[in-house]
């Protein structure tokens, strides 16, 4: 069975979006992360679990590498949480669920088969981690402080939460640093 | 000349402390920052300007690691900046500035002849950062989501800081990471 992974890029500062979902500091600071490092999430990913931000995001922008998950690199299930599903999505790949994070996760389990969930967007990772439902996190850490916009860590939680790292490397400017929780 | 150096140890979430001000998770993850680091910042620094509630935490700590700097392992000039000095502190390294934060930097880089100057504390090194005085950040990043407590970059900031990797290193669990603030 798959296992469920955050993957994200982050600011130094904890940012994974400057102020108005600014994007562009990832794209000016050029690709650093290891072509090895997103192969494997590629081949390894069998559905998507985003936010309904994430997928605005996705949605609005002009980028081709923010519109579709690896640039269009990967296809498959997405799932997207949301209470208030737009009515004029034509993707049949792209599915709205507005149920709690528990039984999404589940869902996209089961469509990800042996594959891995990959959890996209704050406001679901900070979901999933408090309903323990996170087997890794993987983050390309940017030498850059935004100052503002969405923390990947927003959320404040009474419980603290143990890592064990799989791998921390240098690519360019970038740290690649990749966590098991520990349960 | 010396540098304004930026020293702290981080959770993944961008905690320094933990709820009311828990600095266990530091040590129950034991002594992995790599003594050359350590003993290279010790030689290096000449002063600290340190944050009120910095101060205070250092003060209240029954641990030693966290009551004096380093352990012990350094001494020399003590500044901390604060708009209410206590009137007890008897230590003739310790003394309290009052001002904004250039003079306070000023003072502490006068002190320090041409070591560097060692900022503690997340208001502290927020000040400088806005201010511009800040040349070099070094963190030791610890494999834990710590859910609350005391942000090191926490105030939001309108202007965007690039920064440059000098060393990005794993020891045992830790992510070494130095940075060069780019003016």
Chains 1, 2 share one sequence.
């Not at 935004?146 to 799989?166: K, N, Q």
Request: charged letters at 25%; hydrophobic letters at 45%; glycine letters at 10%.
């Amino acid at each position: 069975m798959g296992i469920v992974l955050v993957h994200t890029t982050v600011s130094l500062d904890g940012f994974i979006a400057g102020p108005g979902e600014d994007m562009d500091w990832v794209f000016e600071l050029g690709s650093h992360v290891p072509a090895e490092i997103v192969q494997d999430v590629i081949v390894t990913t069998g559905a998507i679990l985003a936010g309904r931000h994430s997928y605005d995001v996705g949605r609005r922008a002009r980028r081709p590498e923010v519109s579709k998950p690896f640039g269009g690199a990967w296809s498959g299930p997405q799932f997207v949480l949301t209470h208030d599903p737009p009515d004029d999505e034509r993707d049949p790949t792209i599915a709205f669920l507005s149920g709690d994070v528990e039984t999404a996760i589940a869902t996209a389990r089961a469509a990800a088969g042996d594959r891995n969930v990959l959890v996209l967007g704050a406001n679901v990772v900070d979901q999933c981690l408090e309903a323990g439902l996170v087997d890794e996190i993987l983050i390309h850490l940017y030498p850059v402080l935004l100052g503002d916009g969405a923390r990947l860590f927003g959320a404040r939680r009474s419980r603290r939460i143990d890592l064990e790292p799989i791998a921390i490397t240098r690519s360019g400017p970038l740290a690649n640093l990749r966590y098991r929780v520990v349960r």
